[in-house]
């Protein structure tokens, strides 16, 4: 079972480049979520889905860009990279329900020049 | 919205002694679980233990137990028998009926000394 696949593990960028991390689960959980932690940071939602079809914006969505359209799969988009968006990022998916623990992918280290 | 202040940014602790994580928690909703996770150097994203909001019982997982105390909107990880391999961040979450995804607090790094 492979749980939650995050490609690629590692990234580098140029400022305005645009890119895809791409984030697939096989557990057919409805949520899933991508969050960044920052160097010595704890982690922020970016955006998130309760479902095919539905996402939300998170804490700090702005730059990114997200779709949903089979329960699989959750990629984040880059629209136009910038050194500020350097960071880790996780994908994570659970099922629904408040005592639900989330599992996570084995983030992807990018790096904006 | 829900909210994790983790007050401790880093700690020691002697091999085979215990510690205390702490964590509290702000939310409006009556429905809530707390989450911890642990996050090597290697930076996976580990999950240790779960709380409840309307569990009577405080949670215990091994070495890990979740020292819950609602009224103080408190959820403290204690680790008793610490290792060396317990060297790592730690992370205290809340996830709400009302909220899709868990809220993270800022962590605990923390650290075994041999």
């Known amino acids: 079972n492979a749980g939650v696949t995050q490609t690629p593990k590692f990234q580098v960028l140029k400022t305005g480049q645009s890119m895809t991390l791409q984030c697939a689960q096989d557990?057919?959980?409805?949520?899933m979520s991508w969050y960044r932690q920052d160097p010595g940071m704890g982690l922020r939602l970016i955006h998130y889905?309760?479902?095919?079809?539905?996402?939300d914006q998170g804490e700090v969505p702005n730059g990114y860009n997200v779709s949903r359209s089979t329960t699989e799969d959750f990629p984040l988009r880059l629209l136009s990279a910038a050194p500020s968006q350097t960071s880790v990022y996780f994908c994570a998916s659970r099922p629904g329900g408040s005592n639900e623990k989330l599992f996570f992918g084995s983030g992807t280290q990018l790096s904006v020049l | 919205a829900q909210k994790i202040t983790q007050t401790q940014p880093g700690m020691f602790v002697q091999e085979k002694e215990a510690v205390t994580l702490d964590c509290t928690y702000d939310?409006?909703?009556?429905?809530?679980?707390l989450f911890w996770y642990k996050q090597p150097s290697s930076g996976e994203m580990i999950f240790l233990i779960y709380q409840g909001s309307y569990d009577q019982q405080n949670a215990t997982e091994g070495r890990y137990s979740l020292n819950f105390q609602k009224a103080r909107k408190s959820a403290n990880l204690v680790i008793s028998a610490s290792q060396l391999g317990d060297s790592a961040m730690y992370f205290c979450a809340i996830g709400t009926n009302a909220g899709n995804m868990l809220t993270f607090g800022g962590g605990t790094r923390l650290m075994v000394k041999p």
């Open positions: 557990m057919n959980h409805e949520y």
């Open positions: 939310t409006s909703d009556p429905s809530y679980g």
């Open positions: 889905s309760v479902g095919a079809g539905i996402t």
